[in-house]
């Protein structure tokens, strides 16, 4: 059975420093997959690099501690504080959950984007309230869904797509290349993820996030000439998660599949 890797870049659609970044480590042949965040003012940006690569697997980033919603507040009252935006209370109701999911997937879709799986931004599908309307998206547009181990729901492994492993470690500080290096190492026979947060530092990025120079950092470790060179000496096949719906590759088990990349 061969090695199968996904390396998804999170945080798409945030700024457009971060959206460069992406594409640029997937044209190096590094990253192959980004989660893109329909509710942040990069969004338009990232839609217009996307189309012009589309052998980037894209999908959808749910978000609900970041910025406005998509629904109208008034529909999703739990989400929301008084102005509006993403309250982060954490009290969610899963009918607003659901909502809120539709309405951003909906928005992706109607960009262009043909979503290759679903996540989420801060791990949220740990929590069932999310986690509950997301495997019901999931099943229903027939789309894999990020497993992180930490899902409490069971039935996100019934999913197509769904890998065996998942690498979930951040690469910005002072041994980020050698433990890059050390889960390239430990990708098993099967399919993994292993997800990054690369990008440049814009004019943008420090509006939105904290995480601003550190994204630097992992491009940089990303982008070492030695990352590239482990995966071929390791002949791990570089996949996004496009490949394993329509090729047939499923968690623990490979029907068949032609490699699509090899780096």
């Known amino acids: 059975m061969a090695k199968y890797l996904i390396i998804n870049a999170d945080d798409s659609g945030l700024a457009p420093g971060i959206n460069q970044a992406v594409i ?10 980004t ?7 990069g969004f338009k940006d990232a839609v217009k690099r996307i189309r012009h690569v589309p052998t980037l697997g894209v999908g959808l980033h749910f978000n609900l501690s970041e910025g406005s919603p998509i629904a109208p507040p008034n529909w999703i009252p739990s989400l929301v504080d008084h102005k509006g935006e993403f309250s982060n209370n954490l009290g969610w109701d899963e009918s607003d959950v659901m909502t809120e999911l539709k309405a951003q997937m909906h928005r992706l879709q109607s960009a262009g984007i043909n979503p290759t799986h679903i996540d989420s931004h801060g791990f949220i599908q740990k929590r069932m309230a999310v986690c509950r309307p997301m495997l019901i998206l999931a099943r229903t547009m027939n789309l894999p869904m990020r497993r992180t181990g930490w899902e409490p729901d069971p039935r996100i492994n019934s999913l197509p797509g769904v890998v065996d ?58 982008a070492d000439p030695e990352v590239i060179k482990t995966i071929r000496r390791l002949k ?22 032609t490699p699509m990349q090899k780096v």
């Not at 044209?27 to 997959?33: E, I, M, N, P």
């Not at 500080?173 to 530092?201: A, M, Q, R």
Request: aromatic share 12%; charged share 15%.
């Open 165 to 222: 492993k998942f690498f979930s470690n951040v690469y910005f500080e002072d041994n980020g290349k050698s433990l890059l290096l050390s889960n390239l190492n430990s990708v098993p026979h099967g399919t993994t993820e292993l997800i990054c947060h690369p990008g440049y530092v814009d004019e943008y990025l420090p509006k939105v996030s904290t995480w601003t120079r550190v994204r630097e950092i992992e491009y940089s470790v990303l």
């Open 35 to 41: 989660s893109l965040m329909v509710n942040m003012p």
């Open 24 to 33: 640029d480590l997937h044209q190096a042949g590094v990253v192959t997959s």
């Open 236 to 257: 791990i096949i570089l996949v996004n998660y496009g490949h394993l719906k329509y090729f047939g590759i499923l968690a623990n088990k490979i029907i068949s599949m």
